[in-house]
């Protein structure tokens, strides 16, 4: 991780699935579907996506892969038993990849409320994950070789308490492990930027794209910050050798904005690259998408080492039945625009990634123009709707869920 030529990309969500849901021939694969060649250095696995579920334990959601909604669940627990993926894991890792589980998303229900409360918190993810043991082991005998903080929202209290203890627990583990963040471009960071300056990362993977400091700006110094964050990499940071990857989208259904050509993205590294020595390579969103896109990460990593593509040695496939729940909304955790702490600059409006069926539309007011909800469409982050008089957008994917409700993923924008 401490090299300048690494990918990492994302694996779990199945977001070319989300986006495509009809072809599932290119669907998200096994783990090891991903491993089977050097182009990818580190595959976060997405998400953890609740820290206190059934019985004060956490709950993953790994979409058509395993959840909770297709798989079978720890007595007592909302824990899916994932343990058919370990050898998929191992394997990667005997292939010299670097496996993490990453913590949060666009919906996760994660965080703390005190110090105590987060360094206590450390011993369940390394006895659940890491190196320590646990009757409730989603992974089985895997042992994962780190963390991702992925942060979309909610306060940061205890966060550098718990990543604290876990270092601790890490260090006095029997190999080498990770912890990593994936901050959006706008900086500091809303949700996890004073976490940043606290505690020393070993690498983060910025999201550029969804906001104004997105990848399609790079020309734009107004716009373009990755010199910002080589700043805060060489001397804010407690760790002055932590990695900055520039975070990007896999293809163009990967993200709302920011996708741009791997030529382009080839240009963009090479002259980040030569730039700033704070740069650790490039991040993915996600496998699924890189893979349905020509394979997205072969020319990335070709940039990023200057060589020809590899030669890969996967062939199998793999398609699990999946119901509507399995194309998780945590799916669209990186198609969102995250409230921004920063007083320069601008988010850009999500745009729909896929268009919901027709159904009739509001003739007058705000409203205007804008489809009533159907219960038989597929909505995305950014997608608008009226129901019962009032106007409504879309957080995240989602289905058959009428706005209104709980945690439905709809927020009202007003009266029509």
Same mark, same amino acid.
């Not at 043991?133 to 994962?144: C, D, H, K, N, Y």
């Not at 306060?155 to 718990?162: E, L």
């Not at 997105?214 to 910050?225: H, I, K, M, R, Y």
């Given at each position: ?122 011993? #369940? ?78 690498? #983060? ?30 001397? #804010? ?132 123009? #804008? ?46």
């Amino acid at each position: 991780m401490a090299l300048s030529t690494n990918l990492a990309v994302y694996w779990g969500q199945n977001s070319y699935g989300a986006a495509n849901p009809s072809n599932t021939a290119a669907w998200q694969q096994p783990i090891e579907y991903y491993c089977g060649d050097n182009t990818i250095d580190t595959l976060p696995i997405a998400f953890l996506t609740e820290f206190y579920s059934t019985g004060n334990l956490p709950t993953i959601d790994l979409a058509n892969i395993c959840s909770t909604a297709n798989d079978p669940v720890f007595p007592g627990t909302s824990l899916p038993n994932c343990s058919f993926l370990a050898t998929g894991i191992e394997t990667c890792q005997k292939a010299g990849k670097i496996v993490t589980l990453s913590i949060g998303g666009a919906t996760g229900g994660v965080g703390f409320t005190n110090n105590s409360e987060g360094q206590a918190y450390a011993q #369940v993810i390394w006895d659940i994950f890491l190196g320590g043991s646990s009757t409730t082991r989603p992974f089985g005998a895997a042992v994962l070789d780190g963390i991702d903080m992925d942060i979309e929202g909610g306060a940061q209290t205890g966060y550098t308490a718990f990543l604290t203890a876990l270092r601790t627990l890490m260090n006095g583990g029997n190999k080498q492990y990770y912890i990593t963040a994936a901050p959006q471009c706008p900086y500091p960071d809303a949700y996890i930027g004073t976490t940043l300056n606290a505690f020393g990362f070993d690498a #983060v993977y910025v999201q550029f794209y969804n906001n104004y400091c997105e990848l399609s700006n790079f020309g734009n110094t107004n716009d373009w910050d990755f010199g910002t964050w080589d700043n805060w990499a060489t001397t #804010v940071s407690p760790n002055r050798n932590v990695k900055v990857y520039i975070g990007a989208p896999a293809s163009s259904t990967a993200a709302n904005n920011g996708y741009v050509s791997a030529s382009t993205l080839a240009t963009i590294i090479s002259q980040t690259k030569r730039q700033y020595a704070s740069f650790g390579g490039v991040m993915l969103w996600d496998a699924s998408q890189a893979y349905a896109n020509g394979r997205d990460d072969h020319a990335v990593k070709s940039a990023l080492t200057g060589a020809s593509p590899p030669v890969t040695t996967t062939s199998s496939t793999f398609i699990k039945t999946a119901t509507s729940t399995s194309l998780t909304k945590t799916t669209t955790r990186f198609t969102t625009t995250r409230s921004i702490a920063t007083t320069s600059g601008s988010s850009a409006k999500p745009t729909a990634l896929s268009s919901p069926a027709a159904t009739a539309t509001t003739s007058g007011g705000p409203c205007a123009g #804008v489809s009533a909800w159907s219960p038989t469409a597929i909505y995305v982050a950014g997608d608008q709707v009226t129901y019962n008089g009032q106007l409504w957008t879309a957080q995240w994917w989602t289905e058959d869920t009428a706005p209104g409700g709980t945690n439905d993923g709809w927020s009202l924008v007003g009266s029509c």
